[in-house]
């Protein structure tokens, strides 16, 4: 796919938050930093949260949210780092922390959720009322992988709870246009799954439907998109690609050249410049060449 280089050199970028004036915010997993990448391609690192942070959105009140896994190992190749999914030395457990672009100050919202530790938030999505869903990858520890999960909290540290744990890798989080369905990857499997909502921050069923199965041997799906007509935009990887799943059922690879294509986001007046972080490789890139976003409901 056709595409262009915004910024290189990034410690493994995730979660792009695409803003107001044109800049793009991600976070960097292995720099425990939050970075903002203005349109010519400057970089600053506007926060150090620490811990792993993975995932991000725009809230009801003009914050930054991000899932913070709390620190996951990587082995390098070269120039470039693979994680591996353990803990890292002085591991505590993940959390949800919230960023202030105003002031620059942030804080954490949440550690554990019904009691249980949070242990490695992931992605996230904030509904029209203003409630975020996001997932947890679960980590080794010791040998041992937690269990993935989903939850709902809200966005003023008021309230949280789990929704759904089970032996997946819940990864890459979204909402279909009319907010009925809860669109999740599940990494492992390749799979995308859909959960139907009964009420905001209730599911109908814990069982989710399957919608698409990345094709060939040993490939995981990541972050995802939702088109504006209800698309699927999924980072694909090992090889790394875009995963479209069309609204009609067709599934089509828009392969890149890295192989942890991670996460999407669009923007622009029109919502057709998509953003990427192919993160073995540590860049951010766009292309005009997919669809028409969904815009979030919230921005900054």
């Not at 915010?25 to 949260?49: K, S």
């Not at 993975?54 to 190992?73: E, F, K, L, S």
């Not at 007509?229 to 479209?244: E, F, H, R």
Request: proline residues 6%; negative net charge; aromatic residues 6%.
């Amino acid at each position: 796919m056709d595409h262009e280089i915004v910024a290189e050199g990034l410690a493994f970028p995730e979660g792009p938050v695409v803003m107001n004036d044109g800049s793009v915010i991600v976070v960097e997993v292995f720099g425990g930093c939050l970075t903002r990448i203005a349109p010519d391609g400057t970089i600053e690192r506007i926060a150090q949260l620490g811990g792993g942070p993975n995932g991000a959105a725009t809230g009801p009140n003009g914050c930054i949210y991000v899932c913070n896994n709390g620190g996951i190992a990587a082995r390098r190749e070269g120039d470039q780092v693979i994680p591996t999914g353990t803990e890292t030395p002085g591991y505590a457990g993940g959390s949800i922390q919230r960023f202030d672009p105003r002031d620059g100050s942030f804080s954490t919202l949440y550690t554990h959720s019904g009691g249980t530790l949070l242990h490695s938030p992931n992605d996230i999505v904030f509904d029209r009322t203003g409630g975020m869903w996001f997932t947890d990858f679960g980590k080794l520890i010791a040998g041992a992988r937690t269990t993935a999960s989903i939850h709902y909290a809200a966005a003023d540290g008021s309230g949280i709870r789990c929704l759904v744990r089970g032996p997946h890798a819940f990864n890459g989080i979204g909402l279909s246009p009319d907010e009925s369905g809860l669109i999740v990857a599940d990494t492992w499997s390749a799979r995308l799954l859909r959960f139907e909502i009964a009420a905001p921050g209730q599911l109908a069923s814990t069982e989710p439907a399957i919608i698409a199965t990345a094709s060939g041997k040993g490939r995981g799906l990541d972050s995802l998109a939702i088109g504006a007509d209800g698309a699927v935009y999924v980072g694909a990887l090992l090889p790394g690609a875009i995963m479209v799943v069309h609204a009609d059922g067709r599934v089509e690879d828009q392969s890149l050249p890295d192989p942890y294509v991670t996460n999407i986001a669009f923007g622009g007046s029109d919502m057709r410049t998509a953003y990427l972080t192919l993160s073995q490789t540590g860049k951010l890139v766009r292309t005009r060449h997919l669809g028409e976003g969904l815009r979030p409901n919230f921005a900054a």
